[in-house]
């Protein structure tokens, strides 16, 4: 189980599968998964909004194959690149586009039109909407955009890489900045660099829309224009669904209506190559999904009202318009960041916890591996402090504090120079690390994260908060990273005194996951 402070979770209502006839072909073409084994379990992706119909899938799943099923919850980009690299045999997700985008090559089947017209739609607290003259009318992409850049109000949206709402809502503001008719050869880094005010203020985000719902029931800002499904807000703006419950929210808000329309075709995609799977996912889950969810879709359509007249649509652009900007928007779009980790090499981390760690800073320090997590950014910087024995020190040792180093040298020193082992200091870690952190140019994002079993005695005293004081006053952000034998209780006071998000696990795989959702979370 992961323990999250205000991650806000998800508004989560699923979409329900009609079917009528038609053959969808899309994505990869190497994809051989699930062998016709009956004790396998089934991988299934269910994006998040989706999931009021996970527990009907999986029954209907489970009764059509006597086999165990997982089920596999992300953003609907995520997802697909899953599917095409064989690790799901269907999935539910947001828009019908992704398969084409990600993996053109395969032959994927969907045997459905759209389940259910939906749009992202904008909401606004209604005080913030009433001061700028946006209730009870449509406004212009134009309006929503100089207000963004002028810093009135700030978005909440999802990651563009990993959420459909996020993508299709960076999209549409890059349509209204550069041209509503874009070709790839438009989307270049001084194209969208006209967007860097926008995202490098956001308000809150999250890889998954109906997470980002729950966060915004939690807290709701004055001046954020929220980025969510039409389905997932209450018609009266004072509550949002998460995965079927209602939320409500902590101010009313205004839903604002905008021309052109961001609309989306959610829909299902059976993925597996295994034949016989195939034929009972068709036929005997998603072709009976419908008619066993009447009552659902039928409240789906009231949360998903006709467009108001006048409103216009945009078509979706060729595929190779999504992968460029897919490609670009991190490190052109988003503030440059200085990661400071403060790592746990003890006596008590040998062994699982410090290769959790290790292969979390793999997927960060490696340029490829960054890449494809696209957490990449050439202008990214790292300081890495290790405290172990009586100590603590930067790596690689003799660097200096706040220096600009190579992120292949920190990752070398970190494989060749550390060994686990000794004592716990984790207080100079922290006062090391926070230090590090209070020397940063303020040009850069300050993200600082704390790996540890949480084996060691309250670390926190006077001189310790008052460093972090002067981190909270330069807007740092601190995550604590259980790995290994991970003391629960130790980690969830300090990230409490300490104003931390704590990612914590008893599973090393969901640990990383979760670690390089906060990397990719933090930095857009």
């Not at 165990?68 to 609907?76: D, N």
């Not at 719902?213 to 969510?228: C, F, I, N, S, V």
């Not at 950014?377 to 003799?398: C, E």
């Amino acid at each position: 189980m992961l323990i999250n402070r205000p991650r806000s979770a998800i508004l989560n209502f699923i979409i329900g599968l009609a079917i009528a006839l038609g053959i969808h072909a899309c994505s990869n073409s190497t994809i051989t998964n699930v062998p016709n084994n009956n004790t396998q379990s089934i991988q299934i992706g269910i994006s998040s909004e989706n999931l009021i119909f996970e527990d009907k899938i999986v029954s209907l799943i489970k009764k059509a194959t006597g086999r165990p099923v997982e089920v596999q919850t992300k953003g609907s980009v995520r997802l697909t690149e899953l599917a095409c690299s064989g690790q799901l045999s269907a999935m539910m997700i947001a828009d019908e586009m992704w398969p084409n985008i990600k993996c053109p090559d395969a032959s994927w089947i969907n045997t459905s039109d759209a389940v259910y017209s939906t749009r992202i739609q904008f909401a606004l607290p209604v005080a913030k909407a009433r001061e700028l003259g946006w209730l009870n009318r449509v406004i212009s992409r134009e309006e929503v955009v100089a207000a963004l850049k002028a810093g009135k109000i700030r978005l909440a949206t999802t990651t563009p890489t990993h959420s459909n709402s996020g993508y299709n809502t960076l999209l549409w503001l890059v349509r209204g900045e550069i041209s509503p008719n874009l070709t790839p050869e438009q989307i270049t880094p001084e194209s969208l660099a006209s967007l860097q005010p926008i995202y490098k203020n956001l308000a809150i985000s999250s890889e998954s829309t109906s997470y980002l719902a729950q966060k915004l029931a939690q807290e709701w800002p004055d001046d954020t224009l929220a980025a969510l499904y039409r389905f997932l807000y209450t018609a009266d703006g004072k509550a949002v669904y998460y995965q079927g419950d209602k939320l409500q929210l902590p101010q009313k808000v205004a839903l604002i209506d905008v021309s052109p329309a961001i609309a989306v075709t959610p829909t299902w995609f059976v993925t597996t190559s295994n034949e016989q799977l195939k034929q009972q996912l068709m036929e005997q889950v998603f072709g009976k999904l419908d008619t066993a969810s009447q009552n659902l879709l039928k409240e789906l359509k009231q949360l998903n009202p006709p467009l108001p007249e006048g409103i216009t649509q945009e078509f979706t652009p060729v595929a190779e318009i999504h992968r460029n900007l897919l490609n670009s928007f991190h490190p052109n779009i988003r503030q440059k960041r200085w990661i400071v980790g403060i790592v746990d090499a003890s006596g008590s981390m040998q062994g699982t916890g410090y290769r959790e760690l290790q292969e979390a800073f793999q997927e960060l320090l490696n340029v490829e591996r960054a890449k494809n997590n696209y957490l990449y950014s050439p202008n990214d910087r790292f300081s890495l402090i290790i405290y172990q024995g009586k100590n603590a020190y930067q790596i690689p040792p003799g660097s200096t504090a706040g220096a600009e180093i190579d992120r292949v040298a920190i990752l070398r020193s970190l494989q060749k120079d550390v060994q686990p082992r000794g004592g716990t200091p984790v207080a100079k870690g922290l006062k090391i690390g926070f230090q590090t952190a209070l020397t940063i140019a303020p040009e850069y994002k300050t993200e600082i994260f704390l790996f540890t079993d949480g084996q060691f005695s309250d670390p926190v005293d006077a001189d310790l908060l008052n460093i972090f004081q002067q981190l909270e006053d330069k807007n740092a952000e601190f995550t604590i990273v259980g790995a290994g034998e991970v003391d629960r209780k130790a980690l969830i006071n300090l990230a409490e005194l300490l104003n931390a998000r704590p990612i914590i696990s008893e599973d090393a795989n969901e640990t990383l996951e979760e670690l390089l959702k906060a990397f990719r979370e933090a930095q857009i």
